[in-house]
């Protein structure tokens, strides 16, 4: 059974970093292109960033560009989220989402990941 596990949120103050990893267990992990996304109180899940599965290519939501940077190590079938400058508005728990093949035409939307995880949670006191 193919899972994505989370791991690395927290709480920090504004202005912090953290980086968030997702553990992926199936041996073909380098054919799945990942995603982030996160979602907020109250809110509807928001695509955070997305990778290629040869990381070779990347994708950011606009306002996230210059503070979040998505990786991956493929000899590790984990993908990184690394967070800088926190702020109180990216308070929210992230989601990890992988895609088989590539990059999805529409990345940004839930509807084109196959396999979710469970989520952890980022908390950003002001």
């Known amino acids: 059974q193919v899972q994505l596990v989370e791991s690395g949120g927290g709480l920090v103050q504004a202005g912090d970093s953290l980086r968030l990893s997702c553990a992926f267990s199936?041996?073909?992990?380098?054919?799945?292109?990942m995603g982030w996304f996160r979602q907020a109180p109250g809110q509807e899940r928001e695509f955070v960033a997305a990778?290629?599965?040869?990381?070779?290519?990347?994708a950011y939501a606009d306002s996230l560009k210059g503070r979040f940077s998505i990786s991956r190590a493929n000899a590790k079938n984990t993908v990184y989220l690394q967070m800088n400058s926190l702020k109180p508005e990216d308070t929210a728990i992230y989601y990890c989402?992988?895609?088989?093949?590539?990059?999805?035409?529409?990345?940004?939307?839930?509807?084109?990941?196959?396999?979710w995880g469970q989520g952890t949670q980022v908390t950003v006191s002001s």
């Open positions: 989402a992988a895609a088989r093949g590539g990059l999805p035409k529409n990345y940004w939307e839930t509807n084109d990941y196959n396999v």
């Open positions: 199936i041996r073909t992990f380098s054919t799945y292109a």
């Open positions: 990778i290629t599965w040869s990381g070779g290519s990347t």
